[in-house]
């Protein structure tokens, strides 16, 4: 029988999760401890205690809940309200110069004020907040859908499962990045080799890993950090006027944010906090590869929109690309999904900015050529934060007598088949297509991937087997599987087998970005396949469309236009569309589209503002079914500016350019 709980120890209860989450803060965020380690020990010991006597003092925002436990079978997909974009880049003083004059030359003023922050080197997460107590826990993923990470999040000392003060939002989604300090990564990597387990290679790719445990338990055991960078969604609490000042309020609340954060005037004031980073970084705890600098004033960044991929009001100054010498041991060959032959570099292994590199990209023959890149040779290798290492250049002096020049093979050394390459291309590709089992594997993991059809349970090693025993020749012959086949490959027990079937029959329900996204055609991308599914509403359109009524779609240029062309022209790709049709893959109806073709084609819409009735998301997703074209700033060819409430200076320019401006009511009669 569960003892009920007394008054005394509910009020006690909530005393010592008040006074663990002040000395958290104090510890974690603010770095000034009020009381020993010790003491505190004693203060968690009592409400550990009082909770394993009374369980229903448990609460999810209790700093008890931090040691981990739970363990899932897989992270579920969340759906960001606001995508999580990613920053344009700087590599030097003229593009920052570039950055800051079409900033200057969008908002009109002469002069600018930028928040600076270092570029934490970690994992992108957001955290939701709804009343105070932390919810949900995401990673970027690929900036519109990220990964269920809560029982991970809430391990993490830095992150308040609680937010403190007043005037705090009834929703708000806090972003930022989880890392690794560099004496915490030495740390752990003592730790693993101690327990004789393999150590991780940057702090980077350890936070990473350790935020992906499917058991808790293991992540509470990292020495994971969070700093805050932005808000996404806030819904009520006042709002800050510029950057610098919300991550002040931020800091209030108890979220952590960068120490290192301030505000400079003009590129001038830029160039000389990058230079001060620059010359502090070794000193700084955690890595970072780069400085970013945002618009401070938040009114300003809402006027200056997004572009497709990035903010306009930011960018990230990263550091000089960091090289090392060493030998390259030989120069092989990759055979791309499409047949494209890359090379690769294999090297002597070398530490590179922190990272041990093996292998690196050489792009084409034309590269090799030109860098005169030969078996043997002491090259220098270059690695900029994230991107692929590159050899950069061979040491001639250190040649090896016999070292013989580089050319492209006459065959695929895989096939076999014939290389060719068009006289105007610089790649060379496999004139194999489906015979060769390099294209046939690549080309069936993109279909089954996340972005594609998302086929759960289909790995890599997985598709290699099912190719290597002819089980699988083209995507759809997936879909012909059954549970005893899979039974008698390696490691495929009869549970994941009948699982896989299972995810195979869901797979089915997809949607047409997703399908057109999976089938691989060469240069069309997530963004591209969700332009062509919104222009030409279905598939058989699509396939029978022109190069020119191709180039009327957004991210559509000319050379996509014909790779899409030439896709569909082939007779081998249209068999396998229709025996994947046959097989039972199918997507819903374009909306409205019987009763109403495209009522609001050839408008364009923005909207602003905090919405009630619907997520930005959901109405932007309803005018584009509609036919409207929605953007990120009012101009003259703006239709109407849909607006909510605090709509900033979106609202003042529709005005000023005699743009209609719209309520919900109003939106919701322009939907009906």
């Excluded at 000034?32 to 380690?37: H, S, T, V, Y």
């Excluded at 390099?438 to 099912?466: V, Y």
């Excluded at 027990?493 to 399908?515: C, I, K, M, Y």
């Amino acid at each position: 029988m569960i003892e009920k709980t007394p008054l005394p120890a509910s009020v006690r209860a909530r005393e010592l999760r008040t006074q663990l989450n002040h000395h958290n803060y104090r510890y974690y965020t603010l770095d000034a401890p009020e009381i020993l380690d010790s003491e505190y020990d004693l203060l968690f010991r009592e409400l550990q205690q009082l909770e394993q006597r009374y369980p229903a003092l448990k609460r999810a925002d209790s700093p008890t809940q931090r040691v981990g436990g739970e363990v899932l079978s897989a992270f579920r997909s969340v759906t960001h309200e606001m995508p999580m974009s990613s920053l344009g880049n700087a590599f030097g003083q003229k593009e920052m110069e570039e950055f800051e004059r079409r900033v200057l030359e969008r908002t009109g003023l002469q002069s600018m004020k930028y928040s600076v922050e270092p570029k934490l080197d970690g994992l992108a997460l957001s955290l939701l907040y709804e009343d105070g107590i932390l919810v949900r826990g995401a990673t970027r993923g690929d900036g519109f859908n990220g990964e269920d990470v809560t029982v991970n999040v809430r391990t993490i000392n830095s992150i308040p499962l609680r937010l403190q003060g007043g005037d705090i939002p009834q929703r708000l989604e806090v972003r930022g990045e989880v890392f690794i300090s560099k004496q915490g990564f030495n740390d752990l990597n003592r730790k693993q080799q101690t327990a004789g387990e393999k150590s991780f290679a940057n702090p980077r790719n350890a936070a990473a890993g350790s935020m992906r445990q499917l058991d808790s338990s293991i992540t509470a055991t990292r020495p994971l950090s969070f700093i805050s960078y932005g808000l996404g969604v806030q819904q009520g609490g006042e709002r800050a006027q510029n950057y610098h000042q919300l991550l002040q309020q931020l800091s209030a609340w108890g979220v952590p944010v960068s120490p290192e954060a301030k505000v400079v005037e003009g590129v001038d004031g830029c160039v000389a906090a990058y230079a001060d980073l620059v010359e502090r970084r070794s000193s700084l705890p955690y890595e970072i590869d780069g400085v970013v600098f945002k618009v401070d004033s938040l009114e300003l960044q809402q006027e200056l929109g997004f572009t497709a991929r990035a903010p306009r009001w930011a960018i990230a100054w990263k550091f000089p690309a960091q090289e090392a010498t060493t030998r390259l041991l030989s120069i092989d060959l990759q055979v791309g999904r499409t047949g494209a032959l890359t090379p690769v570099a294999r090297l002597e292994p070398v530490e590179v900015g922190g990272v041990t590199v093996s292998n690196a990209t050489l792009h084409n023959e034309d590269e090799i050529q030109r860098k005169d890149l030969r078996a043997g040779d002491m090259v220098v290798v270059r690695r900029a934060g994230d991107v692929i290492p590159e050899v950069v250049r061979t040491v001639e002096k250190k040649r090896p007598d016999g070292a013989r020049v580089w050319v492209m093979p006459d065959h695929c050394p895989v096939c076999g088949a014939e290389v060719v390459r068009e006289a105007d291309k610089a790649v060379a590709r496999c004139s194999g297509g489906l015979f060769c089992p390099a294209q046939r594997s690549e080309a069936i993991w993109h279909f089954a991937s996340r972005k594609g059809l998302d086929i759960e349970g289909m790995g890599g090693k997985l598709i290699d087997q099912l190719v290597q025993q002819k089980l699988v020749t083209t995507p759809a012959d997936l879909f012909q599987l059954d549970a005893d086949q899979l039974v008698s490959l390696e490691r495929m027990g009869e549970r994941s087998a009948e699982n896989l079937v299972a995810a195979l029959q869901q797979s089915r329900d997809a949607t047409l970005p997703h399908f057109l996204f999976a089938l691989g055609i060469p240069e069309v991308g997530e963004a591209t396949s969700r332009s062509l599914a919104h222009y030409f509403g279905d598939l058989d359109s699509l396939m029978e469309t022109t190069t020119d009524e191709l180039q009327k779609v957004d991210d559509v240029g000319s050379v996509v236009a014909e790779n899409i062309v030439t896709f569909f022209q082939q007779n081998h790709n249209r068999e396998v569309i229709e025996q994947l049709l046959q097989a039972g893959i199918h997507w819903p109806p374009p909306h409205h589209q019987e009763e109403s073709p495209q009522p609001l084609l050839g408008k364009s819409y923005v909207i602003t503002g905090t919405l009630q009735g619907m997520r930005r998301s959901e109405i932007k997703e309803s005018l584009q079914s509609l036919g409207a074209k929605v953007t990120g700033s009012v101009s003259g060819k703006t239709t109407a500016l849909i607006c909510g409430a605090d709509p900033g200076s979106k609202r003042a320019k529709a005005e000023s350019l005699g743009v209609p401006v719209l309520d919900e009511s109003e939106l919701q009669k322009l939907l009906t």
